[in-house]
């Protein structure tokens, strides 16, 4: 079934959250009519915890589906029929699926949120396995058969499935607050901001650039980051900040094994002052433990001790194979290998420290004017709302319903 005019999806933990449930689902509702803009949507419903929707049109289920992968929240993606409202409307659609297909074994499931229904789930499954059995000899095997037929009974009628794709799981993007994350146009910090809208967050980002001692062409690259991760949640702003001056500050007054960790923190805090205008109450990164010699335990805790914001590092027990597979997955891997001049690829010390504490660090920076440094960065800074989205074609299919 390649073409479908409706897509039943199940929410993934939504049922844990009690009294918050209502906000909950209007998040995903709304993030399920975004994401699905540009197809001919009739209208988004809510049947038995699920989310449905009807197209005014046949769609491409593939279509359908890899736009629904973006919305996280959704567990499992389904191409439904509408199957009438009697067990005969219901055997009427399902009969001549029957025909070309030969599965060794079969099972009926059926989930019932219509209470008036005349028969329960377990009637109905009965009757139907019945009718199907009687068409076809299948042997109904209720434990991994190779075809199971899906029921809902709900207050719109009797809907049908046989094929799921799996959904993106996560809370949807909007109930778990705002965070800023710091994106480099590497492969890390894209994934991290991923994984985080993934467990529900709204996420602005900060950029730092050595322009003109790096080439601008890296800031649009970064832009374009941006706009693969807008797929899962519409807009985002992005504030590109100097970081020239305070590292050739740096690189002239402190010593030089120290020097990436005290660029860094002065990341941290131009990046908190952006989370602040952002109002946002985190910050995100894309370290992962033992990576780089500054990401030891001892340089991160050093480095953040310059902000009071949380910083989440949700890559921090990852390694680099897994931040890969995850890469692909969201669509950033092939834009974040393409080259680029990093501004810590830029006066790099040959050895740097791998254990360092944070009075230290602030011995280190005790010749810099670090207000004044902070506050001239930022009044350079240029914050950009970007509203557009890569092309779905950048983003991927999930597997099965390539097929
Ligand atoms: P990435 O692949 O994300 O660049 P990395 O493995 O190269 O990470 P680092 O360069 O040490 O590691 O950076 C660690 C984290 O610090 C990044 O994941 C990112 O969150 C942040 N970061 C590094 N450079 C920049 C930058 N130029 N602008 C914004 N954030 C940065
Ligand atoms: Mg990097």
Sequence with gaps: MNRVTQVLATTNEISLKGGNRKWFERTLTENVRRALADLPVAAVTRPAWRVLVSFSEAVDFAEAARRLHTVFGLGAIMAVEHAGFTMA??????????DGIS?????????RSDKTFPLTSMEIECSLGRF?????GWPVQLNDPELTIHILVDDNGLFTWTRKVPGPGGLPVGVGGRACCLLSGGIDSPVAAYMMMKRGMRLDFVHFHSVPRTDPASLDKVHDLVRVLNRYQGQARLAMVPLLEIQEQIAARCPTSLRIL??????????ERAARRFKARALVTGESLGQVASQTIENMAAVEAVTPLPVLRPLIGLDKQQIIDIAKMAGSFELSILPHFDCCSFLMPENPATK????????????LDVGTLVADALDRTDVHQIRDAVDWEEIPIPEEAAR
């Design 132 to 136: 199907v059995q009687g068409k076809t």
């Design 89 to 98: 409307d219901l055997e009427a659609v399902i009969e001549p699926r029957l």
């Design 356 to 367: 360092s504490f944070a009075d230290e660090l602030d011995a280190a920076e005790a010749g």
């Design 262 to 271: 005290l660029y860094r923190r002065f990341m941290f805090r131009l990046a």
């Design 103 to 111: 599965p060794s074994s079969f099972a009926v499931r059926c989930l």
